[in-house]
């Protein structure tokens, strides 16, 4: 595959067949990208005025009564790397995290990782939408995207049980809690409501130790807090796969996550090394392939999925910082 930058609204490589199954499909993939992270409109859905005193909150609500709202106009390069909470778009993480999950699924695709997809902590759904797209466009069939979440928001701290928790105010932010209803109709709009999708609903630690999934191929973490990261990690990460990803979201942002992260891997031995994706972001791969194990090169590729047309899971400056800039 190219290194060159790829977006949504660019004119096709030269020399490449407009028609060719490949590029149509990675054309789809950015486009489904920048439509979801509202980067298509450079981000002037503008941002959420968070509720951060009674003052700012009493403003709200006086406004919305009125059917007026406040956002923020941020540089459109915050949006690029998700450093905002967007009024209209479907996901917050940006273009680098939403390409390494692109990247992710297309690489556990060619190398027959067998297993599921699961975010937890998945706000409006973007994500999830994004990998029932990487699917949808590689006609893959035999595999579910899981969208595990309350959505009633994040739960108060049990700073007794998780001293790392003691001064998060996540639970705080209502505009957290995005109905299932509402993330049900984001994936319709977007043609990818089906049978493949599946919907976790409830407080982590009720939900995923009995959740119906076999095996994961990328486990994705959202939740912020120490112990909905500990209890996903806790619940799932003995069904990732050999060869399989563990993208954590918060990592470089949010100490209780972190240490949530640093905690559970020094307890469970894990030695792989965490690749940083941006300036929060991170993950890391489990194990090997076992068709790398088994025939020392990596195929077992899935239906539609060219080895060679598969990224390494790391994304170049160069691709986001285009985007941004367009």
């Given at each position: 595959?190219?290194?060159?930058?790829?977006?949504?609204?660019?004119?096709?490589?030269?020399?490449?067949?407009?028609?060719?199954?490949?590029?149509?499909?990675?054309?789809?993939?950015?486009?489904?990208?920048?439509?979801?992270?509202?980067?298509?409109?450079?981000?002037?859905?503008?941002?959420?005025?968070?509720?951060?005193?009674?003052?700012?909150?009493?403003?709200?609500?006086?406004?919305?009564?009125?059917?007026?709202?406040?956002?923020?106009?941020?540089?459109?390069?915050?949006?690029?790397?998700?450093?905002?909470?967007?009024?209209?778009?479907?996901?917050?993480?940006?273009?680098?995290?939403?390409?390494?999950?692109?990247?992710?699924?297309?690489?556990?695709?060619?190398?027959?990782?067998?297993?599921?997809?699961?975010?937890?902590?998945?706000?409006?759904?973007?994500?999830?939408?994004?990998?029932?797209?990487?699917?949808?466009?590689?006609?893959?069939?035999?595999?579910?995207?899981?969208?595990?979440?309350?959505?009633?928001?994040?739960?108060?701290?049990?700073?007794?049980?998780?001293?790392a928790d003691a001064r998060d105010q996540h639970h705080r932010y209502t505009a957290l809690a995005v109905?299932?209803?509402?993330?049900?109709?984001?994936?319709?709009?977007?043609?990818?409501?089906?049978?493949?999708?599946?919907?976790?609903?409830?407080?982590?630690?009720?939900?995923?130790?009995?959740?119906?999934?076999?095996?994961?191929?990328?486990?994705?973490?959202?939740?912020?807090?120490?112990?909905?990261?500990?209890?996903?990690?806790?619940?799932?990460?003995?069904?990732?796969?050999?060869?399989?990803?563990?993208?954590?979201?918060?990592?470089?942002?949010?100490?209780?996550?972190?240490?949530?992260?640093?905690?559970?891997?020094?307890?469970?031995?894990?030695?792989?090394?965490?690749?940083?994706?941006?300036?929060?972001?991170?993950?890391?791969?489990?194990?090997?392939?076992?068709?790398?194990?088994?025939?020392?090169?990596?195929?077992?590729?899935?239906?539609?999925?060219?080895?060679?047309?598969?990224?390494?899971?790391?994304?170049?400056?160069?691709?986001?910082?285009?985007?941004?800039?367009?």
């Open positions: 595959m190219s290194s060159e930058p790829r977006f949504a609204n660019s004119p096709a490589a030269p020399g490449a067949d407009p028609a060719d199954p490949a590029e149509l499909r990675g054309r789809y993939l950015d486009l489904l990208r920048d439509a979801l992270t509202f980067n298509l409109w450079d981000g002037r859905d503008g941002s959420m005025w968070r509720d951060g005193s009674l003052t700012r909150k009493a403003v709200r609500v006086a406004l919305s009564r009125r059917r007026l709202e406040l956002t923020r106009r941020l540089p459109r390069e915050w949006r690029a790397e998700g450093r905002d909470w967007p009024r209209l778009a479907h996901t917050m993480i940006g273009l680098r995290r939403m390409d390494n999950l692109r990247s992710c699924v297309e690489r556990v695709l060619a190398d027959g990782v067998p297993g599921d997809l699961i975010e937890t902590g998945v706000w409006r759904g973007g994500a999830c939408i994004f990998m029932r797209g990487v699917l949808a466009a590689h006609g893959v069939t035999d595999r579910t995207v899981w969208v595990a979440d309350s959505f009633a928001g994040l739960p108060a701290p049990d700073a007794g049980k998780y001293a109905p299932m209803e509402e993330v049900r109709e984001n994936f319709r709009r977007y043609g990818l409501l089906d049978d493949q999708v599946g919907f976790l609903k409830g407080w982590f630690r009720d939900t995923l130790p009995t959740a119906p999934i076999e095996r994961l191929a990328v486990l994705r973490l959202d939740g912020e807090m120490y112990e909905s990261t500990s209890d996903a990690l806790h619940a799932l990460y003995g069904k990732l796969s050999d060869g399989g990803f563990c993208v954590v979201d918060d990592y470089g942002n949010i100490d209780g996550c972190r240490q949530a992260v640093d905690d559970f891997r020094a307890t469970q031995g894990i030695t792989e090394p965490i690749t940083r994706i941006d300036w929060t972001g991170a993950y890391w791969r489990k194990g090997t392939p076992a068709t790398a194990r088994t025939n020392g090169t990596g195929a077992g590729v899935a239906p539609g999925v060219t080895a060679t047309g598969v990224t390494d899971a790391r994304v170049t400056d160069a691709r986001v910082a285009g985007a941004a800039a367009r």
